[in-house]
């Protein structure tokens, strides 16, 4: 069983998708999930996706992914098998990242650039994880914010 995944949520861009699966391969994570309308290094005709490729450098080919069905039935069932989620997201739940220490099961959890994490999603977490912003703009890129969360937890 995988100890360290991440699972992104209806991420919209591909090179997010590829940043993503790069920062991934660097911090340890042993699987990622992509769910909803998140893209796959793999089209449905079985050909690389070039822009998640040319972001990801062959990290697509070296991190395990795999593209559920359904989100919350992945959530779900991580759970069961005993992981702590961490859903890295801005929430009147959420707590100061610099605060957040994981357990051996992990799941972290980032959503779509516009949109972020459904509250679905969020009641499934353990914890919710904030980056604090200390300027005028009010959340970093999805790719970004996952390598800070990433490293800064895991300790990385």
Do not use: H
Request: net charge neutral.
């Amino acid at each position: 069983m995988e100890s360290i995944v991440l699972v992104l949520c209806d991420i919209r861009s591909n090179e997010n998708v590829g940043s993503l699966l790069r920062t991934a391969d660097a911090a340890g994570i042993n699987k990622v999930y992509l769910c909803g309308i998140t893209p796959a290094p793999i089209d449905r005709f079985g050909r690389p996706v070039s822009a998640i490729t040319k972001t990801a450098l062959g990290a697509e080919q070296t991190v395990a992914w795999e593209k559920p069905i359904d989100t919350l039935i992945l959530l779900g069932n991580l759970k069961r098998y005993g992981y702590q989620i961490i859903a890295i997201e801005q929430s009147e739940k959420s707590v100061d990242y610099k605060t957040v220490s994981s357990t051996a099961l992990v799941a972290f959890v980032l959503g779509n650039e516009v949109k972020g994490l459904t509250p679905e999603v969020l009641m499934l977490a353990n914890t919710i994880a904030e980056i604090p912003m200390r300027g005028t703009k009010e959340s970093l890129n999805v790719a970004v914010a996952g390598g800070v969360a990433l490293f800064r937890i895991l300790n990385v």
